[in-house]
Every structure is written in structure tokens, then in C-alpha cells.
């Protein structure tokens, strides 16, 4: 009578190896495949790094023929980008003191909805490109 036990016990110590080990190998073409991607991804940066040093040397030629102080562009180009961020989180702060005043009629609407946030808001994997979840054996 024990043999038919042991037997049923290694029969499931089988099968739940046999799933574990599709399991790895799945996880292992996904690792390949990932690495493959990141390299080709990193030869494509590698290219416009180049085509853009390249591209950056004939406009700074291009400028100096032309008598144009490629620096002081550059300087003052930056300038603009500091007070366009400026100007952007002094909008979003008030923005922010606008919608508090806001909160307290939101959370006592009607259909209960007020507070929640949505699966998007929340981050979800679907949204966020979280990927496959694998589901354990619950077999036992």
C-alpha cells in the first residue's frame, strides 16, 4: 500500500519539476532575447553618438565661417531652457495651491468614485510595461 503513495508523490514531484524547468527555459529565451535587444540598442546609440559629433563638428565649422560665437549660443541657449524650467514649476505650484481648494469637494461626491485613482494613475503593469506574471503551481 505504500508504493502506491510513493509513487503517487514522485508522479507530482515529476510534474511540478517538468513545469519548473519550461518555466526556466522560458525565462532564459526571455534573458537572451532581453540581451540581444540592449546590445543592438547600444550599437544604435553608439551610431547617432557618432553622426551627431560628426554633424555638431560641421555646424561649429559652418558657424565659425560665418562668424557666429558657437559658445555664446550655446550659453545663452541654456539660459532659456533654466528660465522656461522656471517658469514651469512656478505654474505647476500654483496650479497645485488652485486645486486644493478643490479636494474637499471631490471627496464628497456622489458616486463614491472621489479619491480612487484610476489603473493608469496607479501604475499598473498593463500601462507600464510590467510584463508576464507567472502564476506558482498550486497544486500542492
Known amino acids: ?15 511540478i519539476a ?10 532564459v529565451a526571455q534573458v ?6 540592449v546590445e543592438d540598442t547600444s550599437d544604435q546609440i553608439e551610431s547617432m553618438e557618432t553622426e551627431l559629433a560628426q554633424q555638431r563638428a560641421i555646424i561649429e565649422a559652418m558657424a565659425d565661417d560665418q562668424g ?16 522656461d ?3 514651469n514649476e512656478a505654474a505647476t505650484a500654483e496650479g497645485s495651491a488652485m ?3 478643490t479636494d474637499s469637494e471631490e471627496s464628497t461626491a ?4 472621489a ?4 489603473a493608469i494613475e496607479e501604475g499598473s503593469p498593463d500601462e507600464t510595461g510590467g510584463g508576464e506574471a507567472v502564476a506558482p503551481d498550486e497544486s500542492g
Open 85 to 87: 524650467e522656471q517658469s
Open 99 to 101: 486645486s486644493e481648494g
Open 68 to 83: 557666429v560665437d558657437v559658445e555664446a549660443v550655446l550659453a545663452e541657449h541654456e539660459a532659456t531652457l533654466a528660465e
Open 1 to 15: 500500500m505504500g508504493f502506491g503513495d510513493t509513487a503517487k508523490k514522485v508522479q507530482k514531484v515529476t510534474t
Open 115 to 118: 479619491g480612487e485613482k484610476t
Open 18 to 27: 517538468e513545469k519548473l524547468y519550461e518555466q526556466v527555459n522560458h525565462i
Open 110 to 113: 456622489d458616486d463614491g468614485t
Open 32 to 37: 537572451q532575447d532581453l540581451r540581444e535587444r
